[in-house]
């Protein structure tokens, strides 16, 4: 298993309980094809120039682990959902 690392911004205008619902549908996904091991809510943020015209969104970072090919699907996935505007998903073991 490899260690990796995902970010990604919900729409600023996206409800609290939708929030929530986005979350825990990534945390799914992540323990569908790996492990979860941490995910944190670093909450509303400006960004530094309009993204959609949206001036601020919802950070979360969420590190787990996965087996090399499960980045792909994940990102396939992230960039279905309309209300997650933006997703990076980084290999924590890479140098």
């Known amino acids: 298993m490899v260690k990796y690392e995902v970010m990604y911004i919900i729409d600023g205008d996206t409800e609290e309980s939708k929030i929530e619902e986005l979350i825990s549908m990534v945390s799914s996904i992540i323990n569908d094809g790996g492990k979860e091991v941490k995910t944190d809510k670093w909450g509303m943020k400006r960004f530094a120039y309009p993204i959609n015209y949206k001036n601020e969104g919802y950070y979360v970072l969420?590190?787990?682990?996965?087996?090399?090919?499960?980045?792909?699907?994940?990102?396939?996935?992230?960039?279905?959902?309309?209300?997650?505007?933006?997703?990076?998903?980084?290999?924590q073991e890479e140098k």
């Open 62 to 91: 969420t590190s787990f682990e996965a087996e090399p090919d499960f980045p792909k699907e994940l990102d396939r996935r992230l960039k279905i959902e309309e209300k997650i505007i933006r997703h990076m998903i980084v290999n």
